[in-house]
């Protein structure tokens, strides 16, 4: 039987996933088979602090476990993930945790906003999405997937699918059938009709897509309407 109240304005618990899912999935039948197909959406959650910041920009372009090795090194030469502890490290302690020049230019940029109280990420919680992605990426080096992946998973915004990350354009060509792969642009045209459940949609694909990686059995289930002639 489906929930007769609205969602949770975030989600923050395996009930507020739930809930989402839920409510994304009467809205829009099409994502029914897939919730199957998926199997298990797990919550995930990371540090709403400056440490889930870092473990984000540390997973840029990398896959996760090369994130994970990187972000351990580093949580074991620097004792912890903080501000001070970045701005305090050489630049050769950071190196040889594993992270490349250019992302220890934006650890230390996101260290020094939020040190100077110029990035308040305790404010975000009462930003809207697009509010708090401007916040964030006034920071250089911060982008917008970095952005909306912190918000999704350590702040629990509801409404947010990342467009440029290519294992949501993937898993979403894999999922419908499509010709091609959709682009940051097509997709972010697809997924708008998603509003304002997003971010489980997000994470829907993203599981669909570990099953896929895992060799579980995921056909392709059907196109959209509103899909119908997205190019390759």
């Known amino acids: 039987m489906r929930r007769s109240k609205p969602p949770p304005p975030f989600i923050e618990t395996e009930g507020d996933l739930e809930h989402h899912l839920e409510a994304l999935i009467a ?17 995930r959650w990371l540090d709403a602090g400056f440490s ?6 540390t997973t840029q372009q990398i896959s996760i476990a090369a994130g994970r090795a990187i972000f351990a090194r580093a949580e074991a030469l620097l004792g912890s993930i903080s501000p001070e ?75 947010i699918l990342p467009a440029k990350d290519v294992a949501l354009q993937e898993a979403t060509r894999l999922a419908f059938g499509l010709n091609g792969r959709p682009g940051e642009r097509t997709l972010k045209e697809l997924a708008a009709a998603w509003r304002p459940y997003r971010s489980a949609a997000a994470r829907l694909l993203w599981a669909y897509y570990r099953a896929v990686k895992t060799n579980r059995e995921t056909l392709p289930l059907r196109v959209p309407d509103d899909a119908a002639g997205i190019p390759a």
């Open 52 to 57: 889930g910041l870092a473990w984000v920009i």
């Open 85 to 159: 502890t970045i701005l305090g490290a050489t630049d050769e302690t950071l190196l040889c945790a594993g992270f490349s020049a250019s992302k220890i230019r934006t650890l230390r940029a996101a260290a020094q906003a939020v040190a100077s109280g110029a990035v308040d990420l305790s404010s975000l919680r009462k930003r809207s999405a697009d509010e708090a992605i401007v916040h964030l990426t006034a920071v250089k080096g911060v982008g917008l997937w970095t952005a909306e992946v912190y918000l999704i998973f350590a702040t629990g915004h509801a409404d």
């Open 27 to 43: 809205a829009h039948t099409m994502f029914e088979p897939l919730r199957k197909a998926a199997g298990q959406v797990p919550l």
